[in-house]
């Protein structure tokens, strides 16, 4: 079974420019997740979906954030415009109902100059 | 506001020898536990969880302890190997949905 997939693995961006991460879950699985994770810090949550509806997005800065996951299956994190504090690792992760360990992609290393 | 921490950065081991890592969290309505590893470069990757209606659950070669009076947690490695080097997150889940609140992580570095 394929685990969740990232791309891109890395992302190298001036500040002020837009970015966009991509992430394919786990087949079956209908709860995705996006986390940040900051240098030497636990992931922080984002962002989760239930199939294609987003349950929570509170975390999520919605004046430069957006996420979508229009078919319920694979989902686009974007940031614009990217500013300097937003360098960090983008995770994406996902799990079926019921369960509440989430299983994670390798995640988007993204750095703003 | 809730939260969950680690007591120590960084955990020094010897091959061969026992490692245990701490986790201490805040939220008493907390009922799921997770302990991940995370590798270099890579995603966080499952280890093992636990339940707050048990107080002890063992795995291959690891073992988490929770103690709810003083909230908290523990990660037994047994025979620490190099290939455990890593840093390791506990996650804890409040209420049914499926969120979890990560701490901040403990490096371990295995020694030869």
């Known amino acids: 079974e394929a685990g969740v997939v990232q791309s891109p693995r890395y992302k190298i961006i001036e500040k002020k420019q837009p970015v966009a991460f991509w992430c394919n879950p786990i087949?079956?699985?209908?709860?995705l997740y996006w986390y940040r994770q900051n240098l030497g810090q636990g992931p922080e949550l984002l962002i989760r979906y239930e199939n294609e509806e987003a349950v929570d997005d509170s975390q999520l800065p919605k004046d430069r954030f957006s996420a979508e996951r229009l078919k319920g299956v694979d989902s686009t994190l974007k940031i614009q415009p990217a500013e300097l504090g937003d360098s960090a690792v983008y995770l994406c992760a996902s799990t079926t109902p019921g369960r509440k360990e989430a299983f994670f992609g390798q995640g988007t290393r993204l750095t703003v100059v | 506001g809730e939260s969950v921490g680690l007591h120590l950065p960084t955990l020094s081991v010897q091959e061969g020898d026992n490692s245990i890592i701490n986790c201490a969290y805040s939220n008493s309505a907390s009922d799921y536990f997770i302990w991940y590893k995370q590798e270099s470069g890579k995603g966080p990757q499952f280890i093992i969880d636990i339940r707050s209606n048990m107080d002890k659950r063992q795995g291959q070669r690891v073992t988490v302890l929770l103690n709810k009076t003083v909230k908290h947690l523990s990660l037994q490695i047994a025979a620490t190997q190099p290939g455990d080097s890593a840093v390791y997150f506990c996650?804890?889940?409040?209420?049914?949905?499926?969120?979890?609140?990560f701490g901040t992580g403990t490096r371990l570095q295995v020694t030869l």
């Open positions: 996650a804890e889940n409040t209420g049914t949905a499926s969120k979890l609140t």
């Open positions: 087949s079956g699985h209908n709860t």
